[in-house]
Nanobody, 118 residues
Framework: QVQLVESGGGLVQAGESLRLSCAAS????????MEWYRQAPGKQRELVAA???????NYPDSVKGRFTITRDNAKKMVYLQMNSLKPEDTAVYYC????????????WGQGTQVTVSS
């Protein structure tokens, strides 16, 4: 059974930090691309960080320099360190995985709420 379980969300003030975690099970973790998405109320879900099997990373400009994604293949964990949080970072954050060129290998977690107050 595939599971992606996020944790670490919460309520913080602007300028503070949070670290999100995603625990994966039932997937071929070491060869999976792991990503963090977020969705704010009334907005589309957007990618905020991605890390490949070879640990290449990608960030949109909105979080570059503030967010860092890392992975631990031995523990099947992916993390999102979020620094200098802003109110506009408020959203539900989702863990997402897929294996390139592998059909039906895409999975989502249930999400964790991050709220940044001004």
């Amino acid at each position: 059974q595939v599971q992606l379980v996020e944790s670490g969300g919460g309520l913080v003030q602007a300028g503070e930090s949070l670290r999100l975690s995603c625990a994966a099970s039932g997937i071929v973790f070491s060869s999976s691309v792991m990503e963090w998405y977020r969705q704010a109320p009334g907005k589309q879900r957007e990618l905020v960080a991605a890390i490949t099997a070879s640990t290449s990373t990608n960030y949109p400009d909105s979080v570059k320099g503030r967010f860092t994604i890392t992975r631990d293949n031995a523990k099947k964990m992916v993390y999102l360190q979020m620094n200098s949080l802003k109110p506009e970072d408020t959203a539900v954050y989702y863990c997402h995985s897929y294996r390139p060129f592998a059909p039906a290998s895409e999975y989502w977690g249930q999400g964790t709420q991050v709220t940044v107050s001004s």
